[in-house]
């Protein structure tokens, strides 16, 4: 008896710094996760990216404003990045759904705030990151409240280095990283959670000698500048899966009433090792040379670039993510060895969407000089030119 007192006393004299802290418990309005953790990617800006979705569950008893999320280098509490209300009424989907946006989070509401925080050349990469979140609570005495949660690791493992999946110049980086919408926030409830395959995705089209898209008939694939392009193994792998039988849909608009196993149209999954895997999309029918099972070479021609599944204008959609299935996997950043850029479009997607729509030159800023660029990932709206 005495000895079994003796060692709690020994046990609580130890020095508190030899045990981790535990915090004390504390009733917080909101709970806050990281859906994956993110992975830093050099853009070609310059800079590095880190792309990620915060998801926000009200469990308190009244309606919340967000007021502000910043985003803290978890070990020194340094600010990275910071959103106003207005910022999080932009970035923060109800129930994770794109198209229902606001910073109001009602009793029992779920939502999910698609994140990009840029860190300038010159600053570390964080190895953990955790939100400081200021909300108002609706009651009749409005409260504001400030909790810090939603703390998740920052991934060290380097992006994988692909090389050119095209060959050629005016080739046009649209709806790429990071703060475009339409892959960066395809977030999906898939099998009982969710998945985001496309996060760092690229619709690859391709401008003429005079900045279109498109000339001639808008409803035939042929008069895209893109249509029938070689598309070039990336990596030495193995083909994991591909199809190559669906019929080119008329561009002009999104196919209606298309199965989700036939998004991608023809299409090819390649295991590069690491990992990662690489999907091509919207290849042309019959163009596709290879099967599941057959191992590549970096630079060997698989398939052309087409317009089939959900297309609505000829061109190569090609993501990197962390699975075999397009769909159900998680997005990972990537870079290509070598590219050039030659321009951007400043104007944004609006001005891409209608030089697709109508046929009319992009509005493009020439980069003089081009910029010659080694393992980063082209960023939105980025021309460029690809070499063997
Ligand atoms: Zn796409």
New binding site residues.
Partial sequence: MRLLLLILLVAAALPAAAQTPVPDPVMTPLVADVLFPPRAVPGSDGRRHLVYELGLANASPAATTLQKIEVLEADTAKTLFSLDRDDVARRLSIGGRRGAESADLGTGQFGVIFLHVPLDAAAPTPSALVHRITLRLALPDPVEITETAGKTDVSGVPPPVLGPPLIGKGFVAA?GCCDTI??VRALLPLNGRFALA?RF?I?WEQVDGDNRLVKGSLADPKSYTIYGQPVLAVADGTVVSARNDLPEQVPGALPANLPIAEADGNFIVLDIGGGAYVLY?HLQPGSVVVGAGAQVKRGDILGKVGNTGNSQAP?L?LHVMDGPSPLLANGIPYVFDAFTVTAVDSAGTPDFDKAEATGTPLTLTPLTPPQHLHKVLPLDLSVVEFSR
């Fill in positions: 709806d339409r892959h496309q995705a619709d999309a061109h959609h």
